[in-house]
């Protein structure tokens, strides 16, 4: 679900000091493009799975990364996205991020 080196390898990159700050960049805007999915028409949708696509595989978010990666092919084609399964998995990777990177973001 949560490729937990390369969050570790972006930490190392950005410096523990600055990596609060991008994960909660991170997290207030792949949240607002997740909170879209619903709502989105097939042309919004694609832009906002392409985008938290690569926003989510930067922080190491793989699953959502991948079913994003699936949701943007289908939006492509005309097909309806499985934007449930995506909630669902950016709800619990969220959750596991939050719990194990809590004391690293100041929280």
Avoid: Y
């Amino acid at each position: 679900m949560i490729d937990w080196s390369r969050i570790e390898e972006l930490r190392e990159e950005v410096g523990p000091e600055d990596f609060p700050e991008v994960a909660e960049l991170f997290l207030e805007e792949a949240g607002a493009a997740v909170a879209r999915l619903s709502g989105a028409g097939t042309g919004q949708l694609g832009e906002d799975l392409h985008f938290l696509k690569g926003a989510a595989l930067n922080l190491g978010f793989a699953r959502v990364g991948e079913l994003c990666a699936n949701g943007e092919e289908r939006a492509r084609a005309g097909l309806p996205a499985e934007t449930g399964a995506i909630l669902a998995a950016w709800s619990e990777s969220r959750a596991a991020f939050l719990a194990r990177m809590a004391p690293a973001m100041g929280r």
